[in-house]
């Protein structure tokens, strides 16, 4: 099967909506809630009302440290 690449407009349609008056500004994001774990076994659960405990407690027994 033969690929052939179409012409590549992007540009032009760029230049036309900064030319009409158009910006282009970085967007804001929000931070992950730090309750939804990260490992592939874990993606999207929440932590149970122990875990949160559990991690509560580290992060004070940290703090108490300092």
Do not use: R, Y
Not at 19 to 32: A, F, L, R, S
Not at 36 to 43: K, P, T, Y
């Amino acid at each position: 099967m033969k690929h052939v690449p179409k012409p590549n407009t992007d540009e032009d349609l760029i230049k036309a909506f900064l030319d009409n008056g158009g910006e282009v500004k970085k967007g804001k994001t929000k931070p992950m809630p730090s309750d939804l774990g990260l490992s592939n076994n874990q993606w999207g659960n929440k932590l149970t009302k122990e875990e949160k405990a559990a991690v509560k407690a580290q992060e004070e027994a940290a703090k108490k440290l300092k």
